[in-house]
């Protein structure tokens, strides 16, 4: 039995070869954007799975402010490396605890260089204490876990690294030179061992483990502190909450028994609803829950309801096809029935019809998804792989999960309807019935026209929205115009400077790329107002080719500009009032008071996302009242050659740091990646988009044909009581132009509702406009007509005699 | 065999009963090959699918084999189907995706006939229709006549013990009806099949021993055919 219905599928479908490709096509299209999908969640579900042990590894978070962007306190993954010892002393639970540096964002890439051989850069190395692998329990190739770390001036290295240091000899033994910055004068490390790549990401992900012997100890002035992030292993069937207890408890009498040593008030602590805590967190958890981040699920969300609907629509075209293709089914289901076929039996036979296609498209995106892998990895920057993802067995099963799902989803509709058709009636020709399922059709189709008005609504509104950002008057040039990984070596700039073509060399915390603010409060006028400082040096603002509004930038004219002066933007001005050029202000700085001038205006300009507002902002020159730095070390070049000027800078600086290696962006290419994420969206909905519009139009095109066949009968008898083709071409239009219609409508809000949002995003935004909804209907009303045209031009262009004889 | 006693079947519509049926009361006996006739519309196809329980009558009552059947549950209805009744269709109604072969073979798969006793049943009903070389074919292979011998082999296959027909012939030239009715004849004398058939032809008629001749839903005649 199970032999012959197969038969009988497969033979159907060579049968229906047109239908039968759209079906399988379109599901198959919809299965590869939702298995992409599980792919990407596998991947970030799979971080920190490469070994079972893990699951007993917690990482330690401590609530602080340092270094928050809001200035406040908040539960960070960098503790102060005090709390290890804490731990490892007063925590009866715990076996091992680490210190290890964390992933700064503006940490240089260091250099290493092999005996004499020219140095390369290396990112993601990282100082820990002697307890790394105590914790982390991975597999030693070279060397051992026990005496890896066990010296100071020692490191361990990932396969993958050693492999590029020293190819396929022995790492072992061999000793590299460590340069962390420019200025350094190198480390010689001793590679005690060589560990083997993880299958998984990891959140403490590392090149390098590095025992230089700085993590060892704690700073030994009790007011200065050193931060870095803390793992933790524990005990098997270690309680979770009662470590938090412990950990908790712990915490308090210490800080409670230090703060005479810091000159705090214990009581400070808890000022302004303040409170201390220490937190464990186990591992697996982690990475789906890093501070200041919104977590890679709630990223993902859009995209998961996108490729959802994707699949959806899918099925929703082979719902539709096979209830409409059921009424040649009809006569099948008749005799079988009088035959003796249960009605079970029948809705197992178009199940398995329906898991048939399901299956040829589920291999279909399997094929899809090897072509389209690598250009995925490349735009969303990932790794991804199916036949090697190291959960392919998980990956099938969901797979297999999938499918079945699909099956029953898109199967079951169509196999009740066709299992019940009545004998009696279907047998004399009477498909009557077959109308049944019309309403549902007619509801499908609407909700798919829905979708995909809805996108292309959304994809104009977003090109729009793009155009807008990518031709936004920054406020400064970034054409020829470089940022080098550096701090501002005076010696280095006086020798860029006398390279021909180079303009202007300066520093500043302020730049697209890499900012680092710093919350002031100034009092002028006796209100208190709170600023971002922004250090730079005194051609900072020339280089950026900042546009001056009022006053004048900082010039070594003015010896006053060393002293203190300082220019504001727009914003800042705004919050200071009308004419505040020559106004002075001032701030408590160690209580002391410093008095500032203000000299000049700049309009505001970006250095960050669009979703982000200008931050009202100082510029200042000047010492006085604190300063800060980070690596930006900008130059302006006023030449065409740029390559060439940038090739000579490198001379410069190979002869100044001969064992540091230059790293530079250039400002365009950090404006693209404030812009990326963006994009990266647009295009992926864009991809969206078009897949959507056309499987609604696969779906509209078979459901055209079919309806045009079954009513030839009623064509051909319009055609002999003299209806011109086309009438005929309209009258099949005029079924599918209302529920387009009726889908534009209800698609308007809806897109009106998510645009809007996604629009209110970003603190620079065009107003909502009209056309793109104009446009939008009337694309979807064009290509239905086309579509359907398509078919009804067929049907209407045939020979009535033949239809009127056909029976 | 078959016990009706006053079969009504009507519709109602707008509280306007339009009788199908009226008080039709017959028995058929095992063995007997009987005609159905009348003019279009009296209810001839009507009263085959009641007593083929492919609709129910609205009123009276119908006993198959001494069992009562007016309304019966779907499994048993399945269970007689497989087991008792063959039908044979004006239209043929082949399944087009099967070839001859499936096609005889389907019921006795819904029998759960075993697969050797299945192949050798077949092979005696190709045999026994001349349809041996055709096996492989589909249906739309066929002349009209060959598909109809293949719909009463497929009816034949489950080994019935009434087959119901319903213008066997309707829609064949005359010498191929001539060939199916002497089959239905054979059949009926040779294997002493119960037929039912419903026919407009007087002279297909013939080939029966009874013959029930209804109008406007009664029926007026009830002949022995000599």
Redesign the interface.
Known sequence: MFKLNLKIALRNLFRNKVYAAINIGGLAIGLTAFVLMLLYINHEESYDTWDAGLKNVYQIRERHSFFTPDNKEHLQESNESRVGNLIRQKVPQVIAVTKVDPDWDFRTDNSVSVGKAEPIAVNRMKDADSSFFHVFKYRFIQGSESKALSAPKSVVLKQSLAKRLFGEDIALGKVIKVLAWQGDEGTDLTVTGVVEDSATPETAGFTAIMRTGNRDRDPDNPTNSNYCQIYARVNNDTDLELLNQTLKKVYIDYKKSTAPFKKIEYRSYFADGKYLELKALPLAKVHGNRPFEISWLEKLKPVIAICIFLLLVSIINFVNLVTAQSVQRAKEVGVKKVMGAYKQQLIGQFLLECALQSIVALFLAVILIEVLLPSFNTQFHVELSFWYNPHLAGMLLQLFGLFTLVTLLAGFYPAWILSNYNPASVLKGNYGDSLRGVTLRNVLVVFQFIISVTFIIAISVMHLQTNYLNNKDLGFERSNLINIRSGYDQSLVDKIKRIPGVQYVATTTQVMGNTFNVPQEIEYNGNKISLNTVTISMDALSALGVKLLKGRVFSKEYKQDTINTVVLNEAAAKLIGKNPIGKSYKIINQDKMLNFQIVGVIKDYHNEGFDKGVLPTLYKVTHLGGTSSTNNLIVKLNSDKSAAIIEKIKTEWKRTYPDFLMEYTTLNTAFDKVLENNNRFISMIMLFSVVSVSLSLLGLFALSTFVAKRRTKEIAMRKILGASNMQIVGLLNKTFLVLVIIANLISWPVAYLVVGKWLSGFAYRIDMPLYPFLLATIVSIIIAVLTVSIQARKAALGNPVKALKYE | MIQLNNIEKYYANKGVKNYVLRLVTTTIKQGEFVSIMGPSGAGK?TLL?II?M??EPTYGTYEFMGEDVTSLN??KR??L???H?G?V?Q?Y??????TVY?NI???L???KVGSSERASRIADLLDRFNIVAKKDLFPNQLSGGQQQLVGIA?ALA?QPSIILADEPTGNLQSAQAEEIMELFKKLNQEDGITIIQVTHSEKNAQYGNRILHIADGVVKEDVTVA
Request: hydrophobic share 40%; glycine share 4%.
């Open positions: 196809s699918n083929g492919l609709e779907e499994r399945i269970e189907y497989r087991n009744i039908f269709f239209a109604h082949l399944i087009d995706e099967m499936e073979e389907a019921p798969l819904y029998k497929r489950a």
